[in-house]
């Protein structure tokens, strides 16, 4: 399958002006043979912690915009969106997986980021999510959850592809560039690791979007600041040899 990882920047707690610059982008994954196309954390808005004012209904036009895309170009779109989905509990940040039939998944961040207060703006999801993309068990992850490594291991048996999307700052480039390679290390599957660019509420972001193999070894990686569409072919059939050539997975224990 061919999964096209978007890098970009993002206009600050504006969707419709999202909507428009990502519109091109994704027109240009289809045309590269893109079958899975993938956007950032909040694609929309940026990492606003300002829940009440920019959290959409679960059937919002962020979420709209998704599917719409998907039923454009007869193809999976992923991205995340501030959702208030319960009118008595906080929203959630929502990884949302629209298909090219109408299909719609989704994901609620389980680790919200408590260093910058997240958790008192949106809820943690209670449950992991793994889903069949054409033939690909593809396991759904937002930012911060990319430092529990006990969630991906408990999903390992069954993945072949983690996507982690994410509005992860510069500050801390060298965290994201190794966890990334790391998960595809230790689990032996593929990582799409998907990171938006430019400025947002006084952090900056350069990316630093990449995919995986299942040995750790980036196949694909965007330009450092830009804005880029980064496109690679991800094969279950990679991670079933690399399991079987080095199996280290049965070893684990607990």
């Known amino acids: 399958m061919r ?3 978007i890098q970009h920047d993002v206009v600050w707690e504006d969707p419709p002006a999202n909507h428009a610059r990502l519109t091109p982008l994704i027109a240009e994954a289809a045309d590269a043979g893109a079958r899975l196309v993938v956007l950032t954390e909040m694609y929309a808005t940026g990492f ?10 679960a059937d919002g036009p962020s979420v709209a915009y998704l599917a719409d ?20 509990a906080l929203p959630v940040n929502r990884m949302v997986v629209a298909g090219p ?8 961040k389980l680790y919200p980021f408590t260093y910058a207060r997240e958790h008192e703006q949106y809820r943690a999801g209670d ?40 509005n992860w700052p510069e500050s801390r480039r060298y965290h994201w560039r190794t966890l990334l390679r790391a998960r595809a290390i230790e689990n ?3 990582v799409a690791g998907v990171n938006r660019v430019g400025e947002g509420d006084g952090l900056t972001y350069v990316g630093d979007t990449v995919i995986v193999d299942p040995l750790g070894e980036p196949v694909a990686e965007a330009t450092e600041g830009a804005e ?20 280290f997975l049965p070893d684990r224990r607990g």
């Open 228 to 247: 880029e569409v980064v496109v690679a072919d991800v094969d279950p059939a990679r991670v079933a040899e690399v399991r079987t050539a080095f199996p």
């Open 127 to 166: 449950r992991p999510v793994t889903i069949d993309i054409e033939g690909v068990r593809t396991s759904l992850f937002v930012c911060y959850d990319l430092r529990f490594s006990e969630a991906f291991w408990d999903l390992a048996a069954h993945t072949d592809l983690y996507l982690v999307v994410a």
């Open 101 to 108: 039939d109408g299909q719609n998944h989704h994901y609620d």
């Open 48 to 57: 606003s912690l300002a829940a009440n004012r920019i959290a959409e209904a």
């Open 188 to 190: 032996q599957a593929w």
């Open 69 to 88: 895309r998907a039923a454009e170009h007869g193809l999976w779109v992923a991205g995340s969106v501030p959702v208030r989905d319960r009118p008595d």
């Open 3 to 5: 999964v096209a990882a």
